[in-house]
């Protein structure tokens, strides 16, 4: 039979070698759990029904047979086949993964593409939060737009950009073990004026970012680019008037999204 993975969303095979946490139902916490529905979508579902139709076929059970239940009078004996042996659902069951991890992939690159097309068009000014500092790199999290990234801080576009403690020294290899997350800080000097201070952001603190497209190399993606948040309302109205100046393409026709539009449209004009 098959087992579902409810926290992965993985099937597997209950006579597999793989841990037996693989088929615990995460939600219901049960140690052993399978689920199938009508054989119309899910290859899985097909597998689960022949499996059940050689036992049903195999051994009687009147103590679960349905009350008053009026039968065809049509045997059904499943096709030989269909009775897989155990190296045969594992394989099935790794090609099903394996095919649905490719989709969800295909569709999650799909809306970066899409999302990339839009930003070519009128990059976004957000704010965005620091969910992890390490000491070359930090996460961010863009709530209203549901985008986690990760930003080089060698990458930052400034006087000079570290991570530090709460002691105001640089968090390298050395003493990054040492430093807990809650006492770093991302350390940003953007301008070299006698008595400015750097800007300072920690865990959970508010940065402001700018959502750019890029289209080459491929493959296609949007970049982000923390700026000075002082800067940003300059920003913002270059983009207005940017966007004024070049209103937004029309939609394509089915017939043009099958066929293709201007390559133009798909290279970075910088």
């Not at 009128?122 to 930003?151: N, T, W």
Request: proline share 6%.
């Amino acid at each position: 039979k098959e087992t579902g993975d409810q926290e992965e969303g993985e099937t597997n095979s209950s006579s597999s070698s793989s841990s037996s946490l693989s088929h615990r139902h995460y939600a219901l916490n049960f140690d052993k759990y399978t689920h199938f529905t009508s054989p119309i979508r899910r290859y899985v579902d097909v597998v689960v029904h022949r499996t059940l139709a050689h036992a049903i076929s195999e051994e009687e059970n009147d103590a679960y047979a349905t009350v008053d239940a009026k039968h065809s009078g049509i045997a059904f004996t499943p096709p030989p086949e269909t009775l897989y042996k155990k190296e045969v659902v594992e394989a099935i069951a790794a090609n099903c993964n394996l095919r649905k991890l490719n989709s969800k992939k295909a569709q999650e690159l799909s809306s970066r593409v899409y999302l990339a097309l839009c930003l070519k068009t009128r990059p976004l000014i957000k704010e965005a939060i620091v969910i992890d500092l390490g000491y070359k790199s930090f996460k961010i999290m863009i709530e209203d737009m549901g985008i986690d990234a990760q930003v080089f801080v060698q990458n930052i576009q400034s006087i000079s950009a570290d991570v530090c403690n709460d002691k105001d020294e640089a968090v390298d290899a050395k003493n990054e073990k040492d430093t807990p997350k809650c006492k770093r800080f991302l350390r940003i000097v953007w301008e070299e004026e006698e008595g400015k201070q750097p800007q300072k952001i920690g865990i959970f603190g508010k940065i402001t970012v700018k959502l750019t497209a890029k289209m080459a190399p491929p493959p296609i993606d949007m970049q982000i680019h923390v700026i000075n948040p002082e800067l940003q309302s300059e920003d913002a109205e270059k983009e207005e008037a940017k966007a004024e100046e070049f209103p937004n393409p029309p939609p394509l026709s089915r017939k043009q999204s099958s066929t293709g539009t201007d390559p133009s449209y798909l290279h970075d004009d910088d």
